[in-house]
């Protein structure tokens, strides 16, 4: 097995055992502390789970980089060469208020592009996996929704939770309404991008910028799955582009007409 495959396959083991670690703490009492504002939350079990899915991939590559959310890990994706991306629990608040839809989310990058992904729920037991191969859920393959028609496309609005970005996102979900068919929040990021990967959602938006542990992963689902993701000028989509929409490709022009002239938050 060369170290490409073998990094493949703990992509999958780690993202299962930082999922199943927080399955252990899930509706239970929790220790909550706030990061940027009173809606950007953080949990013990959020540090305690990266730390173990760092300590892993430490074990087995050392030399390895590692970008993730909590703690003191890299914020950014390096250019060169291997580095992991690792959101602990994407969806933190709806682990807080006991609802399943919540994830690990690991995805691995070679000089800035991503070759391996899994994204974990194990509060409802779905686990989505991307390699060159294509996109699973649960072993079976996936493939974007097939729907056509804008005017039925079910979309979810992907956005934080500051003040600014809930401005912007009542705006776009204007424009889900009234140009769309229907709209979702899920609440993760990374949950909402498996959904589309897997045709459970038509398509995914934001006119705000993202991080990479809340987006690279579900973005390469999304590409193996046969769907188009780009930034809001349609140019192709990379982790440090402004905005992102995220389709099955069918109407992608339509959308990135109806949010590409939105004001950058």
Do not use: C
Not at 57 to 69: K, L, N, Q, S
Not at 86 to 112: C, F, H, K
Not at 158 to 163: E, K, T, W
């Amino acid at each position: 097995m060369d170290d490409l495959e073998a990094r493949q396959r703990l992509v999958v083991d780690v993202a299962h055992e930082g999922g199943e670690l927080a399955l252990d703490s899930f509706r239970q009492e929790l220790s909550v502390e706030t990061k940027a504002g009173p809606m950007d939350v953080v949990t013990a079990v959020d540090r305690a789970v990266q730390r173990r899915i760092v300590d892993r991939i430490a074990e087995r590559f050392p030399e390895d980089d590692i970008v993730g959310e909590e703690d003191d890990a890299a914020k950014h994706v390096p250019e060169n060469g291997i580095a992991w991306v690792i959101d602990p629990i994407d969806g933190t608040n709806n682990y807080i208020a006991g609802n399943r839809r919540w994830a690990t989310s690991i995805a691995l990058v070679e000089d800035g592009e991503p070759v391996a992904a899994a994204n974990y729920l194990p509060a409802i037991d779905d686990r989505y996996v991307a390699t060159s191969q294509g996109a699973q859920r649960n072993d079976d393959s996936v493939r974007v929704s097939d729907t056509t028609a804008p005017e039925t496309f079910t979309i979810d609005p992907v956005f934080g939770l500051s003040q600014a970005e809930r401005q912007a996102l009542a705006r776009v979900s204007r424009t889900i309404i009234t140009e769309f068919g229907d709209l979702r929040r899920v609440g993760s990021g990374q949950t909402t991008l498996s959904m589309v990967a897997s045709g459970e959602l038509d398509a995914a938006v934001s006119t705000v910028d993202l991080s990479p542990w809340d987006t690279i992963a579900g973005v390469y689902l999304i590409r193996r799955a046969g769907g188009r993701v780009t930034d809001l000028t349609g140019e192709r989509w990379r982790h440090d582009s402004e905005g992102l929409v995220a389709s099955n490709g069918t109407a992608h022009d339509e959308l990135v007409a109806a949010f590409g002239t939105f004001e950058r938050t």
